[in-house]
């Protein structure tokens, strides 16, 4: 679980924050999805093809989520039924398998 404190809500007499409690707390989430499974391993093109929209409508990067989910949305609802469930059984073993990791940032 990781928590938040918000240290800014703290007066310099107050407690120091590793002594305050949380305000709130949230459990870790480690469920990976077929759709996020297909968002990792497809960010660098769907984020090529995002600038690429903003950039032809001349929008500066403040727009850039929307488009990335856009196009993300796009590519998923794309994919044929059984092309999505293929994405759903391979996040599941990758769900139980021990050497899961974060694809890298550079492919």
């Not at 459990?27 to 600038?51: K, S």
């Not at 032809?56 to 469930?85: F, I, P």
């Amino acid at each position: 679980m990781w928590c938040f404190i918000n240290t800014k809500a703290h007066s310099k007499e107050s407690k120091s924050v590793a002594d305050s409690q949380p305000l709130l707390l949230f459990p870790e989430d480690v469920t990976v999805g077929g759709h996020d499974l297909y968002r990792r391993e497809h960010a660098v093109a769907i984020n090529a093809e995002a600038t690429k929209q903003r950039e032809e409508q001349g929008q500066d990067s403040h727009q850039h989520a929307g488009h990335y989910q856009r196009v993300l949305c796009e590519c998923w609802d794309g994919l044929s039924e059984q092309e999505k469930v293929g994405w759903v059984e391979k996040a599941e073993k990758l769900q139980h398998d021990d050497s899961w990791e974060d694809p890298p940032t550079g492919e």
